[in-house]
């Protein structure tokens, strides 16, 4: 299982992002459930950005409600966050999460909690 992430770059303060995020098997794909961003900044803890259920519930940080909106595309196994009004604390490298059902080659079920390569979010002041 792969989550592929993208999007990360340089912006300027209250500038937008786009991340992007994908999921994949080697094989099958049988159920993605909760997919999120969490972001880490040098020195700092990893902390919850967003998640959304399967279903389309969300979840935010207080520090970024009103700013960032989380969506996925369930057919594509793809997550989003548009980030808007950036400022320069949310300068992170952004991580997507998946918990993710699959089938493995001896077509077994297999549940995973993956993570993406992170991709780097910069916001100048």
């Known amino acids: 299982v792969q989550l592929q992430a993208s999007g990360g770059g340089l912006v300027q303060a209250g500038g937008s992002l786009r991340l992007s995020c994908a999921a994949s098997?080697?094989?099958?794909?049988?159920?993605?459930?909760?997919m999120g961003w969490y972001r880490q900044a040098p020195g700092e803890e990893r902390e919850l950005v967003a998640v959304?259920?399967?279903?389309?519930?969300?979840n935010y940080a207080d520090s970024v409600k009103g700013r960032f909106t989380i969506t996925r595309d369930n057919a594509k196994n793809m997550v989003y966050l548009q980030m808007n009004s950036l400022k320069p604390e949310d300068s992170a490298n952004y991580y997507c999460?998946?918990?993710?059902?699959?089938?493995?080659?001896?077509?077994?079920?297999?549940?995973?909690?993956?993570w993406g390569q992170g991709t780097l979010v910069t916001v100048s002041s």
């Open positions: 098997a080697s094989k099958k794909i049988s159920r993605v459930d909760d």
């Open positions: 959304i259920s399967s279903g389309g519930n969300t």
């Open positions: 999460n998946a918990k993710i059902l699959y089938i493995d080659y001896e077509d077994r079920f297999v549940a995973v909690n993956a």
